[in-house]
């Protein structure tokens, strides 16, 4: 938990061959959001779990956000 409550957690995919990093979003966030949008985790994956009618599976980020920010 966090101040805004659950908090925050953005995952993304690295297009391929892209030098950018967790650090580097975390930063140009920073830098170019106000406080309050800026996530509290950043989690590159290497492509988003689908449902079986091709839909982005939320619910398992939602469940992998809430331990990522529990611990």
């Known amino acids: 938990?966090?101040?805004r409550g659950m908090g925050v957690?953005?995952?993304y995919v690295a297009a391929r061959g892209?030098?950018?990093g967790e650090?580097?979003?975390m930063r140009h966030c920073?830098?170019?959001l106000p406080g309050h949008?800026?996530?509290d985790r950043i989690v590159q994956i290497d492509a988003?779990?689908?449902l079986a009618s091709g839909?982005?599976?939320l619910r398992s980020y939602k469940d992998k956000a809430t331990e990522l920010l529990a611990g």
Do not use: N, S
């Open 18 to 20: 892209a030098d950018i």
């Open 30 to 32: 920073r830098d170019t």
């Open 1 to 3: 938990t966090t101040r």
């Open 55 to 57: 839909k982005t599976d």
């Open 9 to 11: 957690v953005v995952y």
């Open 37 to 39: 949008a800026v996530p």
């Open 23 to 25: 650090e580097d979003l």
């Open 48 to 50: 988003f779990q689908r």
